[in-house]
């Protein structure tokens, strides 16, 4: 059974400060996806990275894929109110399946004003 | 955002009755799954569909059944309700069996 360990579960806080989620496991994945989810809503793709070593950036935020495709990181610099919520790393096993990804567990973050 | 609807969005009922959630979508995907979020166990894959009538377990199918006869629709079916299944249960679509797009969930309380 492949897992995806996120760490930290629960992070809060303040605006303004930089922060840094992990996504770890000790299986390879043929890509990696992060979704953002906010209450009452279901998640929300926000970026997919496929090459180990990737590196891709949405505004304030960074995300990284290991280089043998493990592992993955998210950073946002300068974080705003508006990134609170859970933020889920999925990955998709090589080799494809029909049963989809491989979830973590969320990295539920709060950022305070 | 990908066309995909659940309903409904919210339901009370009670130990013992049949309930019957539906995920619908407009973008033709492929690939259809049924999952559950709870409290420190994150998103679980109830049932999963790889194309019309073709259906297959997840990790926590007991006590669910699944039937998608078009495209566009995937039913899932809880027979016989219990507390336990109180949860919330999303949909997801995929064409390319890695990124998945999900619906906006339906929050189902079992009295």
């Known amino acids: 059974t492949q897992l995806l360990e996120q760490s930290p579960q629960f992070l809060s806080i303040q605006e303004g400060e930089n922060l840094t989620v992990y996504c770890n496991s000790s299986s390879v994945f043929s890509s990696l996806q992060w979704y953002r989810q906010e209450p009452g809503e279901g998640p929300v793709l926000l970026v997919t990275v496929v090459t180990g070593g990737e590196v891709k950036k949405l505004k304030r935020l960074t995300f990284q894929f290991g280089d043998a495709r493990k592992d993955s990181s998210l950073h946002i610099t300068a974080a705003q109110p508006g990134d609170t919520g859970l933020y889920l790393c999925a990955g998709a096993k090589v080799g494809g399946g029909a049963d989809g990804l491989t979830f973590g567990k969320g990295t539920h973050l709060i950022i305070q004003p | 955002d990908a066309g995909i609807t659940q309903s409904p969005r919210h339901k009370v009922t009670e130990t013992g009755t049949p309930v019957t959630l539906r995920c619908h979508q407009t973008?033709?995907?492929?690939?259809m799954y049924w999952y559950r979020q709870d409290p420190g166990h994150g998103l679980r894959l109830i049932h999963y569909s790889y194309g019309v009538k073709d259906t297959d377990k997840g990790e926590v199918s007991d006590g669910y059944s699944v039937s998608r006869s078009k495209t566009e629709d995937f039913l899932l079916t809880l027979e016989s309700a219990t507390s336990s299944q109180t949860s919330v249960y999303f949909c997801?679509?995929?064409?390319?069996?890695?990124?998945?797009?999900f619906g906006p969930g339906t929050r189902l309380l079992v009295l």
């Open positions: 973008e033709n995907h492929r690939y």
């Open positions: 997801a679509i995929s064409q390319l069996q890695e990124t998945q797009y």
